[in-house]
């Protein structure tokens, strides 16, 4: 599919054509409609070794990926959100029945840790005494300039970076993956200093 859909990914879709590849089964010109989600949503749980959901109704799209990941064998792993929302419901079902509770990056890193034996993982900052160079994608910029050193709560970052709060917390993710940012009890997050 050449057309990308929301509109708003259109500048993710060009990062990942120039480094990577961008593949679909569907012939270029067509554009994407209910059915031709759940069907990329299979191929996408098929081709990971884990689904994390953040955010999801009952009747979420999300939700699809996770069956078929649950169906390949694939990890699920669901972060749970506020008791009264609705876009938490889908997200504490999956907890209820089975999918493992990801609170941060390192539920998500501790799961997969047989894939970075020791020998194979780079040498550490202090060893080199130089720290990677990290890329920060647009929406992981505005959460990160939202936090300070400052204990900040999730509804306070969603405030300060006008993102929607399921970009936020995608975006909080990644910053924990690459130790930028860290949770605290109480879901808080600061600046990883």
Same mark, same amino acid.
């Given at each position: ?16 054509? !120039? ?29 990971? /070794? ?7 109704? /009952? ?25 009264? =929302?609705?876009?938490? %419901? ?9 999918? %493992?509770?990801? !609170? ?25 005494? $130089? ?20 204990? =900040? =709560? ?15 917390? $995608? ?10 940012? %860290?949770?605290?009890?109480? %879901? ?6």
């Amino acid at each position: 599919m050449n057309i990308v859909f929301p509109p708003e990914n259109a500048e993710l879709f060009e990062r990942i054509a !120039e480094s990577g590849a961008v593949i679909t089964q569907y012939p270029f010109n067509r554009n994407g409609d209910k059915q031709s989600f759940a069907i990329r949503n299979r191929i996408i749980a098929g081709m990971t /070794l884990g689904t994390v959901v953040v955010e999801a109704d /009952l009747h979420s799209g999300a939700l699809i990926t996770s069956n078929f990941a649950t169906e390949y064998g694939r990890q699920v792993f669901a972060v749970p959100g506020r008791i009264d =929302s609705p876009r938490s %419901k889908g997200c504490h079902d999956l907890i209820k029945k089975g999918a %493992k509770l990801c !609170e941060g990056a390192e539920d998500i890193l501790s799961e997969f840790e047989y894939l970075f034996p020791g020998s194979n993982r780079p040498p550490s900052p202090g060893v080199t005494g $130089v720290l990677p160079a990290l890329t920060l994608s647009e929406n992981e910029k505005l959460v990160y300039d939202a936090l300070n050193n400052e204990e =900040s =709560s999730i509804d306070e970052v969603i405030r300060r970076s006008s993102l929607p709060s399921s970009a936020v917390s $995608v975006a909080l993710l990644g910053l924990e993956m690459k130790r930028v940012v %860290k949770q605290l009890p109480g %879901k808080l997050f600061v600046r990883n200093t």
